[in-house]
Each structure stands twice: as C-alpha cells, then as structure tokens.
C-alpha cells in the first residue's frame, strides 16, 4: 500500500473513530442527564480539534513521518498489494481503543468523550502528511510503500522509483 494512500486513509478511520465516540459519549451523557459532561467534553473535543488544526498547519511532515521516510528501504519491485492487511496490522490500536472506549462508555461516558478528544487531535495532525509526502515523492521522483512487517513494531517503508511530474511549459506569446 502506498504510505500517502495509507495517510489518508488513516485521516478518515481516526475521523470516523471520533464521531462514533462522540455519538456514544453524547448518548451516554444524555441517558444520565449530565450536563457537566456534554460541557467539559465539549470543551476537550474544541481544545483537541483547536490544537490538531494548529500543529497539523504546516505543509512539511511530522518528525515522525520524516524519520521514517529518511529510513526507507530501497526497492524496484511493488510488495504485495495487500491494503486491507497493512491498515489491520498497523490500525489495530485504533480499533481496539475505539471498540473498548465505547463499549465502557455504555457504563462510564466520560471514557469515550475522552477518546473522541484524542482521535480528532489525531485525524487533524495529520490531515496535511499525505500531501507532504507527495510533494517529496514528485521532488524526489520516488514512491514509498508500506512493507510488511511485525503488527507489534515500527512501521518499515520501501522507497521505489516513481515517475517524477513533469510540469509544462508556459506558453509564450509571439509577436509577428
């Protein structure tokens, strides 16, 4: 899978996380009649998106992200093309965070509001990154791919060759 692709499909699976533990959190709090809640959650959820849009702003990619392109293996054949194997081994803390936070928030609704919270910070953080490792793949004429590798460690990159944008050329005007 290519790790843009993987990017922005990450933005979406943290967005989608946020509102389902949102929902649950609001349905919690509204079966308990807490206002407090919905107030304090409230605030958590516009500090968290407040600070996701302000670290996420740039046009440049996290330290993380660079590390790992810095990191990249160099390869000239595609690994396999598993993508829904890849998001398992590499989302799967997502999915049980969400799973877990709202199947307590039935019990405790503070705990997905909480939840809801970090995986807005998350989504937004990262809203950018795919299109920054765009714009090194187009400078660098390169394309990482996600390799496989243990659900449990860091995520391993393969850099291959790509095909670089070739701009056109404007258009001059001739005078007669």
Known sequence: MRFRDFL?????????????????????????????????????????????????????TTSGIANLLAGARRASALPELEPGTVLFNRLWPLAVVAVTAGALGIFFPPVPAVGTGYALLVALLWRKQSAAVEAIEG??????????????????????????????????????
């Open 8 to 60: 922005r499909m990450s933005v979406l699976l943290f967005g989608g996380a946020a509102t389902a533990l949102a929902a649950v959190s609001v349905v919690g709090a509204g079966r308990a009649d807490d206002r407090t809640l919905v107030l304090v959650a409230l605030g958590w959820w516009v500090l968290a998106a407040v600070s996701g849009l302000w670290m996420g702003r740039g046009a440049t």
């Open 139 to 176: 400078r660098d004429g390169v394309e990482f791919w996600l390799d496989r590798s243990s659900p449990f460690g860091p995520p391993q990159l393969l850099r291959l060759p790509g095909m670089r944008k070739i701009e056109p050329e404007p258009e001059t005007v001739r005078t007669p």
